[in-house]
Every structure is written in structure tokens, then in C-alpha cells.
């Protein structure tokens, strides 16, 4: 597992006011923190087990879920070159003491993207290995200070049938927009991220640009992409998947080969890439291969009930 603690951000480095910062700058911002990063073995070698090699670049761009864009696999990459990502507002509500419509890039300003290579483990039973590069998702709410009520984060993905062909199709059973939440202990745990880029360069609009939750020991869906909201709540927010099929889907969703999905097993898991011939089935660990680090966040919990 790959730690490097962020630099206290001053909460006065962030203002509702957007003072202009240039994509291009923050792009090279982004460069300089993953290409250190990946200089460093020791953060490198802590991260990955020397077995998991990297999913291909192609593969993480072509085989996405992202049902804006349509349910099929190729949908996301074939469709998501339509989306306008700047300029990008998030909206920040609920209990926290910086409310406001904030531009994306003061948001992000001032903290280091790292790179974190994890494993992602979809409950659909595919998985992949990823070089993501993300902010620590504990440092990013924490400049937006939540107040003493706030238990869970709620995140929205943009609601935009225009260029979202997903959003504006009669078929879809999704209640858009796509909404999912943590709790604040589980989002200030040092895993989580919110994720700018991939493979060391700019998060790919199929992948969520501009920036995307990831969370690795959770099931995929977990990981909401295209954040526009995010919202301190007292009570547990509602997710999408769990709305849609409750039985199926829980608000938990940490990744756990010992409860199955009512209609298939948990215990493996698919390694992209596959071919026909062979399917690289593996054992799905415990908590995606993470239960050391963040078992403890769920001490006493009935995990079966809690799904
Ligand atoms: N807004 C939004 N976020 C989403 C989804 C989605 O359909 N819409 N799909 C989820 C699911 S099921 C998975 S497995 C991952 C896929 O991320 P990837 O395409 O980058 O691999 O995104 C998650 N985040
Ligand atoms: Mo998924």
C-alpha cells in the first residue's frame, strides 16, 4: 500500500471565488506528482505484489461500465468523447461549513496527486489492476470542513441526457443521476481517492473525468465517476445500485468471495485481460487483498447482513 501523507492544506487556499487555473497547468502539476511517484520503488513495491501486472491501458480504457453512456462495455468509450469536462462545477452541501458551487480545479489545487496502483474488483466478477493517480480523498473533504453532524459523504455524477445517450434512453431502469456515499470514516481512510488520472496522464472521459472516487476494497459500483455533488449527511445516503435492486446490491459493498451475489458467486474473479480459451480465474480475496488496512473499519459488524 502506497502512503505518502499530504501537506496540511490551508482551508484559505480554497475559495468559492474560482481564481483561473489553466487545465494545462494542472496537467503538468499532475505529471510532475505521478512521474515522482513512480520513481519512488519502495512506494511501488509496498503497493503491488510483484505476481499482478498491470491490467493494459487498452483494456482499462475500452471495457468500462459507465451506463450514462449505454450498458455495453465498448458504450463508455465510444460515446464519452461527446462530454464537455470544462468548465466543471462541483457543488458542495449538507453538514459542512464551505457550502458553495465550487470550479473543479480549486477544488483539486494545492493537493499532490499520487500514484496508487490497486486492484478493482467489479461485483460483476471481473477485475483488473490499475495505476490510477489520484488525491487522497481525506484531505480533499477536509478543506471543504464538515461540520461535527457529518456522518457519510454522498457523491452525484452530472445529470446531462444531452451527451449522455444512457440518460436519455427509454430502456434505462436507473433513476439518474447516479448517486453513491461512504462513511466519513471509510472516505478519510487512506486508500480511498479521488482519482484525475490513469496510466500517468488525464483521467479518459469513459473512465469519469474529470475525476472519479475509487475506493479498492469495495465492489466497483462503489466508485462513482463525473462527481458534480458532494454532500455531508448525518443519515445514510442512498446509492444507486442499492436502489435499484436491494436485495442484490447493499450500501457496503466491500468486495467479499465468502457472500454471493444472489445470482452468481463471489469466491473468483475474471483477471482482464481474458480470452476465450482462457478465463484467468482467480481467488477474490477478502476485502480485494486490502482486509489489513481497512478490516478494522468494520469491527463487529455482521458482514453478511451488511453487504
Ligand atoms: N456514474 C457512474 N459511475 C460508475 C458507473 C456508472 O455506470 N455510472 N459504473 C460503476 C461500475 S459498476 C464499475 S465496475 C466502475 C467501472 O469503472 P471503469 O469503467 O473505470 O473500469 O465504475 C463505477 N462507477
Ligand atoms: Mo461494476
Not at 23 to 47: M, P, Y
Not at 297 to 304: E, H, Q
Request: net charge positive; aromatic share 12%.
Amino acid at each position: 500500500m502506497l502512503i505518502r501523507k499530504p501537506d496540511s492544506i490551508p482551508s484559505s487556499e480554497i475559495t468559492p471565488e474560482s481564481t483561473y487555473v489553466s487545465r494545462r497547468h494542472f496537467v503538468r502539476d499532475l505529471s510532475i506528482g505521478s512521474v515522482g511517484l513512480a520513481a519512488s520503488s519502495i512506494a511501488r513495491a509496498n503497493t503491488l505484489p510483484l505476481d499482478e501486472p498491470l491490467t493494459p491501458e487498452r483494456i482499462i480504457t475500452s471495457y468500462n461500465n459507465f451506463y450514462e453512456f449505454g450498458t455495453d462495455k465498448g458504450d463508455p468509450v465510444r460515446h464519452a468523447h461527446q462530454l464537455t469536462t470544462a468548465p466543471w462545477k462541483v457543488k458542495v452541501s449538507g453538514e459542512v461549513a464551505k457550502p458553495g458551487e465550487y470550479d473543479y480545479e480549486d477544488l483539486v489545487k494545492g493537493l499532490t496527486p499520487e500514484e496508487r496502483i490497486y486492484r478493482f474488483r467489479c461485483v460483476e466478477a471481473w477485475s483488473m489492476v490499475v495505476p490510477w493517480t489520484g488525491i487522497p480523498l481525506k484531505a480533499l473533504l477536509q478543506r471543504l470542513e464538515p461540520t461535527g453532524n457529518a456522518k457519510y459523504v454522498e457523491f452525484t455524477t452530472l445529470l446531462r441526457p444531452s451527451e449522455m445517450p444512457g440518460q436519455r434512453s427509454l430502456f434505462t431502469s436507473i433513476d439518474w443521476p447516479y448517486v453513491e456515499g461512504l462513511r466519513l470514516d471509510e472516505a478519510y481512510h487512506p486508500l480511498s481517492i479521488m482519482v484525475v488520472g490513469l496510466y500517468g496522464k488525464l483521467l479518459p472521459k469513459q473512465n469519469g473525468a474529470p475525476w472519479r472516487l475509487i475506493v479498492p476494497w469495495k465492489y466497483g459500483f462503489k466508485s462513482i465517476k463525473s462527481i458534480v455533488q458532494i454532500r455531508f449527511t448525518e443519515k445514510k445516503p442512498k446509492n444507486t445500485w442499492n436502489i435499484l435492486a436491494p436485495h442484490e446490491y447493499g450500501f457496503y459493498a466491500n468486495v467479499n468471495p465468502a457472500v454471493s451475489h444472489p445470482r452468481w458467486s463471489q469466491a473468483s474473479e475474471r483477471r482482464l485481460p481474458t480470452t476465450l480459451f482462457n478465463q484467468n480465474r482467480i481467488p477474490t480475496l477478502a476485502f480485494n487483498g486490502y482486509g489489513e488496512e481497512v478490516a478494522s473499519l468494520y469491527a463487529g459488524m455482521n458482514l453478511r447482513r451488511n453487504f
